[in-house]
Every structure is written in C-alpha cells, then in structure tokens.
C-alpha cells in the first residue's frame, strides 16, 4: 500500500518533554486570544470615530477556545495520601462546526503545516 497524505500516526512525547511544551502552547492561546480581543476593541473604536463608511469588510477570525487536562495516579500506598503522580497532560480545543449555522468556515493555520491556506 502506497503512503499518502492521510496515513499518517499519532506519536506522544515523554511526560517530561510534553508537559512544558503544552503549558506554552496553552499560554500562547491564552495571550493570542487577549491580544485578538484588544485588537477588535481598537478596531471597532476607530471605526465608531469616523463618519465615513470603510471601503473594505475587516475579516473576523477566531482563536479557538483550549486549555489543559491532567491525567493522575492517586499517590502513595495509603487511601488518604493526598498526594499524586501526573500521568498525561492534553490540549483540549474547542470543536468548530458550522454546518448548523449556515456559515462557512476557513482553517488558516492548522498543525500539520504553519502556511495560509488561502485557495
């Protein structure tokens, strides 16, 4: 069988390895959607200040909602240990379906390839 763009295998990393590199992505979103907010905030200011309409639509992208779920061992040999052993960290992201809405939507920037997906 041939390799094509769909075979492909999903690989984790160690614990120690993933856990820092998903608290920055986390923390990157986190930021990304922060400066997003303040960027639509600027935006809608200046257009609300000026009596003539723009001759141009301003594009109104979404960064997805994620955040972090650890996974732990219960610890100790004690059942009142309160302590634990992190066992896996996931980026959980927000589903975006359209199909209910009517609307279209456009991944820009995706995983598996950091360029514009324009055409």
């Known amino acids: ?3 094509t763009s769909t075979d492909f295998r999903i690989g984790r990393s160690t614990l120690i390895d993933e856990m ?3 608290f920055r992505e986390a923390n990157v979103l986190y930021w990304a959607k922060a ?3 303040l960027v639509y905030d600027f935006i809608e200011r200046a257009v609300a200040s000026t009596s003539e309409s723009l001759p141009f639509n301003i594009p109104h992208v979404h960064i997805v909602e994620a955040g972090l779920a650890m996974s732990f061992f219960p610890g100790g040999a004690k059942p009142s240990a309160k302590t634990g052993t992190t066992h896996a960290v996931f980026l959980l992201e927000e589903v975006i379906d359209c199909r209910d ?3 279209d939507f456009t991944k820009f920037i995706h995983n598996m390839d950091p360029n514009p997906l324009l055409d």
Request: proline letters at 8%; zero cysteines.
């Open 1 to 3: 069988m041939s390799a």
């Open 35 to 37: 400066l997003l907010g």
């Open 101 to 103: 809405e009517g609307r």
């Open 20 to 22: 820092p590199k998903l």
